[in-house]
């Protein structure tokens, strides 16, 4: 055994991880041939389709936060799609018009002893991407007006939507048959084989559903829209500021999750050649989520796990289990083992393992990331030591050539409720000037910011940028035309290591879509090489304090170094301007002077720079330009020394003895 | 019946599943005001508060519609059931605060509202698997009286329905108002940092949102037994929906606000019900939550708790 284990060790990571998906396919293919049991096969393939369905709200809760309570309703939407075009449920009259989709083997002529009649027999091959289609549609329909939402409102919405299906399924009984449910649902064929009832070519197709959801999740995760998604899950606020059109990528992500349900109810319904209301409840949804929930959210070989051993869970140990019980209640005359159901506790058990899992496992069986063990002294100086201002990455910005105003503010007033944090505030930012804002606590200055990028509303005034208007955009767009800012409070996404940070920080300059990502032709490949490259270029700037940490998650970094990744996924954004919100806070002198010897740098580099900072000594080093607010008012503005002497903005800092020491 | 008194029966019945719903949808308020955490626990708090309720007025000997009590009696068996029921429920609801949220507290993303589904399905399966599937007979001690309202009937359980209600709103209403632990709670719903560097113990007041929220849905569930004579494991889901909506329509974190929309959400459901056919009572419902999240998320009367970013 120990010798086994040593074997394996000696196997690189990436070559057991092919042997382990090797062995696995081997067992997947073989397994209802040597296990001749139809009861056994039909369990794996009814895992096969939850595994499916696990697969697409991995996408929706998983990838990208967003918590669906009525993903069955989606599978319903597939589900009676297949149902009603393929049983004699609804048989409009015959005449001509049909007879091209005949020819097409879409419908044929019946005649039950009265007119002629169509019957419907869509081909199972393509409802099932039909019925994706659909149900991504209705992902649209449902999630455009509450994906604006706040997160949790949405679980309530899917809820009801989840609800409501299963109650126009029963209610329209003309294209359904209500709460009797649609029968005689044709079964698949395949080059005129017909699937019949056994369940073994049931279970392969299934498999080659699962197969084909796990590749296309894996590509969609490792992805610029993967990417995007998980900045999502976990920054909002950031991930609109870096450039992430929040509203369409949630879409995507609903609808993508959706097209996977869809899909898995045509599977589903021509398996059972049935379809009632009650195969789509909330019980259903639930299910799922407990799936998710138990083999890791985010994590595609997790949910398909956990999938697995729910479903067999059900179907093979809690029989067994009831069994035993009995058996053994039998044995010790005890009344309660003899009656004890488990199979029917099943829905208490999904209970239990939801709470229980949030409870002491949140990350699920197989967690969507590992953290990364610490770094060894030797792999901390693997890159040199990098002091002063960044080296290399010219051209990271440019300046452009007719000199003018990069950014103009003029009139610029935020309330919020009655608090004015601005008021007619006037700022100008030349083209490749480095402009600092100063001001006490509350003075407005983050308020500046979050205006400038789009974060809160204005009520009067105007923002242009180079020229343009940029006020009432939203964050991303303004992101796109090269505004780029860093946060007070830190916003990273913590659970992503630095590298994906710094890629998702180039998200609004790669094309790639969702097509793109899951086909990934040599252009997309190109372009996330280039991408990599890019942003391992930009973490090089920072040499041996981020260099070495390139793949751990951000939430383990110094606070310093997670700063810098601040800076460093800014700076991934291509920005022409770069807001720098209090970038030496918390920093002690030696790594202030690093940082502000690295913003020098910056501009040099061709950037232009606003900044907010405290540390005065920084602002004269790097300002040609300070603005002083106080109240929400700008109060001075000028070169660094001459704002230094100015009364007013002494008194603003330092109140009345301020004033006396300066006339001392 | 002319239709005016058709309508005027639906207003009648309407007021009482909107009492219902109000005292539901004030727990969803006041855990949301505080926490943002939309609790999913409560649907089935209310229904295990209904099998409580149920349990208490068996013990007086009450089973069926058959026995009547007046006078004396009804009052103090009815006063009991409520109190018992209350009680119980809010110890669920501290309950579940206590031992399965407060130590998700800090964590971000959906973790907390995940158990409160998980444990909201426990509930519900734990009734399924103790008193079975089938509804029961939920006993009415009160005498059938009945008032005539023009061509409407007014019974005496409606009107004792909408006094218990009102009653319990008033008396929340005085305790977030008026007393300390109340000012607590709207102060830390405003800011929870800032309520508890100026002393408030932010940990009772949460419980004490909870202990609130579950014991008037306790109540709720109580007036869900006296107004259909039965209950069921399956009804938490359904007046669970309709509470939430109604705090959403009053605005979520507002305490008069979810009166009110539990008010509003009983008389659309027992007139749009009567107009459009009760099949499609829940798609109403339903099409009025997203309709209000999507136009005024705020609710009729704005959010209590300014939100936080």
């Known amino acids: 055994m120990i010798r086994l284990r040593r074997c394996f060790a000696g196997i690189p990571a990436a070559r ?26 039909d369990s794996m393939a009814n895992a096969a389709a939850y595994a499916t369905l696990a697969l697409g709200l991995n996408i929706v809760v998983g990838f990208a936060g967003l918590l669906d309570l009525g993903y069955a309703a989606f599978f319903a939407i597939g589900a009676y799609f297949y149902g009603v075009f393929t049983s004699f449920q609804v048989m409009p009259l015959w005449s001509d018009g049909w007879a091209p989709l005949a020819m097409l083997g879409l419908v044929e002529k019946i005649n039950q002893g009265g007119p002629d009649l169509v019957h419907f027999t869509l081909s199972f091959w393509l409802a099932l991407p039909a019925a994706a289609l659909l149900a991504a549609g209705f992902g649209v329909l449902f999630g455009a007006p509450t994906l604006r ?129 009650e195969m789509f409840g909330f019980p259903v949804s639930t299910m799922v989520l407990v799936m998710v929930v138990l083999g890791g959210m985010g994590s595609v070989w997790g949910v398909v796990l956990g999938a697995a051993v729910l479903q067999l869970l059900q179907s093979w140990f809690l029989p067994d289990l009831t069994e035993w019980c009995h058996a053994l209640g039998a044995l010790v005359g005890n009344a309660w083992l003899q009656r004890v159901d488990f199979v029917e506790s099943v829905e208490l058990i999904f209970g239990v393992i939801l709470v229980a ?162 086909l990934r032709l040599p252009r997309t490949r190109a ?27 951000v939430s383990g970094l110094s606070y310093a170094n997670r700063r810098r990744v601040e800076v460093a996924r800014a700076l991934a954004t291509r920005p022409r301007l770069l807001l720098l919100d209090e970038p030496t806070a918390g920093m002690n002198p030696a790594e202030t002077l690093e940082l502000a010897e690295q913003i020098r740098s910056l501009h040099r580099l061709g950037l232009t720079i606003l900044l907010i900072e405290h540390k005065l000594d920084v602002v004269t080093r790097l300002a040609d330009t300070v603005v002083v607010l106080d109240h929400g008012g700008k109060i001075a503005e000028g070169p660094p020394d001459e704002v230094r002497r100015n009364e007013q903005v002494l008194r603003a800092y330092l109140g009345r003895a301020g004033r006396a020491a300066a006339d001392a | 019946m002319t239709t005016f008194d058709l309508f005027l029966q639906q207003v009648i019945n309407g007021l009482s599943l909107g009492a219902m719903y109000a005292l539901l949808a004030l727990g969803f308020t006041l855990v949301y005001g505080i926490l943002e955490l939309i609790n999913f626990s409560h649907f089935n708090v209310f229904m295990v508060g209904s099998f409580i309720a149920l349990w208490t007025l068996q013990q007086f000997g009450l089973s069926g519609q058959e026995t009547i009590l007046v006078g004396l009696p009804l009052a103090g068996v009815l006063l009991a059931a409520f109190a018992v029921t209350m009680l119980a ?14 130590p998700l507290r800090n964590v971000k993303g959906p973790a907390a509202m995940i158990t409160t589904i998980g444990v909201s399905y426990i509930l519900f399966n734990l009734i399924l698997l103790t008193v079975g599937a089938d ?43 008026r007393t300390k632990l109340g000012k607590a709670m709207r102060a830390t719903a405003q800011d929870p940092e800032a309520a508890r560097m100026m002393g408030v113990e932010v940990d009772r007041v949460i419980m004490t949102a909870f202990f609130l929220g579950s014991a008037l849905a306790g109540a709720s569930g109580l007036i869900f037994g006296l107004y259909y004579n039965f209950t069921s494991y399956l009804i938490g889901f359904n007046a669970g929906l309709r509470g939430f909506t109604a705090a959403v329509l009053g605005g979520i974190g507002n305490v008069p606000g979810a009166m009110l929309g539990g008010v509003i ?40 708790a300014p939100d936080r970013s």
Request: net charge positive; aromatic share 8%.
């Open chain 1, 16 to 41: 057991r991880r092919q042997l382990g998906l090797l062995a696995l396919t081997v067992f997947i293919l073989v397994f209802p041939l040597v296990h001749d049991n139809d009861a056994d096969i």
């Open chain 1, 149 to 277: 939402l706040r997160g949790d409102y949405l679980a309530i919405v899917t809820l009801g939507f989840g609800e409501i299906v299963p109650i126009v399924a029963r209610n329209a009984e003309s294209v359904t048959n209500g709460a009797a449910g649609l029968n005689g649902v044709q079964a698949p064929r395949l080059f005129g084989w017909n699937f019949g009832v056994d369940a073994t070519p049931y279970y392969y197709a299934g498999m080659v559903l699962v197969a084909l959801l796990i590749f296309v999740s894996i590509r969609l995760r490792d992805s610029r829209i993967g990417r995007a998604w998980m900045a999502i899950r976990e920054d909002e606020v950031a991930a609109s500021a870096m450039g992430i059109d929040l509203v369409r990528l949630k879409l995507l992500a609903f609808a993508t999750g959706a097209a996977f349900a869809g899909a898995t109810g045509v599977f589903y319904v021509a398996k059972l050649q049935t379809a009632t209301p």
């Open chain 1, 357 to 518: 899992m949030m409870l002491f496992r949140r990350e699920g069986l197989i967690p969507a990331t590992r953290p990364a063990p610490a770094l060894s002294f030797a792999a901390q100086h693997v890159a040199g030591v990098q002091r002063g201002g960044f080296v290399g990455l010219e051209r990271i910005g440019q300046w452009p050539k007719g000199g003018g105003n990069a950014l103009e503010i003029s009139g610029l007033t935020v309330r919020f409720g009655g608090l004015t944090a601005l008021s007619n505030v006037t700022l100008t930012v030349p083209a490749g000037g480095v402009v600092a804002v100063i001001g006490p606590n509350g003075s407005g200055k983050s308020t500046l910011f979050n205006a400038i990028t789009g974060l809160v509303p204005a009520q009067a005034g105007g923002i242009r940028f180079e020229g343009k208007d940029i006020l009432g955009l939203k964050p991303h767009d303004i992101l796109r035309r090269g505004v780029a800012r860093t946060f007070q409070n830190i916003r990273l996404f913590p659970n992503l290591t630095v590298l994906e940070n710094v890629l998702i920080g180039q998200h609004a300059r790669l094309a790639t879509g969702p097509v793109g990502a899951v």
């Open chain 1, 527 to 553: 372009e996330e090489a280039t991408a990599v490259q890019r942003a391992i270029d930009i973490i090089a700037l920072f040499g041996n304090r981020l260099a070495p940490r390139a793949g751990q998650t």
């Open chain 2, 89 to 102: 429920t809010g110890a669920i609801g501290v309950g579940i605060e206590r031992f399965l949220l407060r």
């Open chain 2, 135 to 177: 509804s029961k007979n939920f006993p009415n001690p009160l005498p059938p009286l009945a008032f005539a309202v023009g061509g409407a009937v007014l019974r005496l359980r409606e009107v004792l329905i909408w006094i218990v209600a009102t009653l319990l709103m008033l008396a929340l209403t005085f305790f977030v108002q």
């Open chain 2, 265 to 304: 959400i009983g008389l659309v459901e027992a007139i749009g019900g009567q107009l459009i056919g009760t099949a499609w009572a829940d798609v109403i419902i339903f099409a009025i939550l997203v309709l209000v999240l999507v136009f005024r998320p705020a609710g009729l009367l704005g959010r209590l």
